[in-house]
């Protein structure tokens, strides 16, 4: 089984500060992980992705999540937020066992960036 | 760069009517999943699909729901008798054997 806890429903940042957005997982298995942003009444867009190798990744818009197997967690990070950042982020898990798969996701962080 | 479409963008229907949602996977892909996103929750599994058949479903996919794959590049939800509950954003998602899984845009279905 496979779970993901995002810590934090909504995060509020001013223009210019870090973003911090944190994620734990849960898996019996190596995992994948995942970052997906949704910007309102719009679908899924992959950020980054974790699934094998170096263990801090780089998504688009300079956004960046380091994966801690000790800690398993999968937080993501920006080191200065923009306006354009507001939308809705989800962490997801796809518990690495070869074939089909599910991505499980977490129930989401808002982030709202604040002039 | 391929990728996922979905239609219709939007659907309303009412209450008791069945409805096709339509997907249009990655072409070289062979795993293809539907998944919905109720109005401020977080998205949910509904169903794997593999080979032509359901590799893996949840308890939301019940009888009212089927997939289908009808020729060699759609993907369709139906969903039988639909219900008020049954209004929210599906997706679907295509991915190759294992790794990433790329969603479409989302289907909003709006159920009076």
């Known amino acids: 089984a496979q779970s993901v806890t995002q810590l934090g429903s909504h995060v509020s940042v001013s223009e210019g500060a870090l973003v911090l957005l944190r994620c734990n997982y849960s898996?019996?298995?190596?995992?994948?992980l995942f970052w997906y942003v949704q910007y309102p009444n719009q679908g899924l867009q992959l950020l980054l992705k974790y699934t094998t190798g170096a263990t801090l990744v780089k998504g688009i818009n300079g956004f960046e999540a380091e994966f801690k197997k000790s800690e398993t967690s999968f937080h993501l990070t920006k080191p200065s937020a923009h306006m354009s950042d507001a939308a809705e982020y989800f962490c997801?898990?796809?518990?690495?066992?070869?074939?089909?798969?599910?991505?499980?996701f977490g129930t989401g962080t808002k982030l709202q960036v604040i002039p | 760069e391929p990728e996922v479409t979905q239609t219709p963008s939007h659907q309303v229907t009412q209450m008791g009517q069945e409805v096709i949602l339509r997907c249009v996977p990655i072409?070289?892909?062979?795993?293809f999943y539907w998944y919905r996103q109720i109005l401020g929750q977080k998205v949910e599994f509904l169903v794997s699909f593999y080979n032509n058949e359901i590799s893996e479903k949840s308890e939301i996919f019940d009888d009212q729901f089927s997939v289908e794959r009808p020729d060699g590049s759609n993907f369709t939800l139906k969903i039988r008798s639909t219900k008020l509950e049954d209004s929210a954003m599906y997706f679907c998602?295509?991915?190759?054997?294992?790794?990433?899984?790329?969603f479409g845009p989302g289907t909003r279905l709006t159920v009076l």
């Open positions: 898996s019996s298995v190596p995992p994948y």
């Open positions: 072409s070289n892909h062979l795993y």
């Open positions: 997801a898990v796809i518990a690495n066992s070869g074939g089909y798969q599910k991505v499980t």
């Open positions: 998602a295509s991915s190759k054997v294992s790794g990433e899984q790329f």
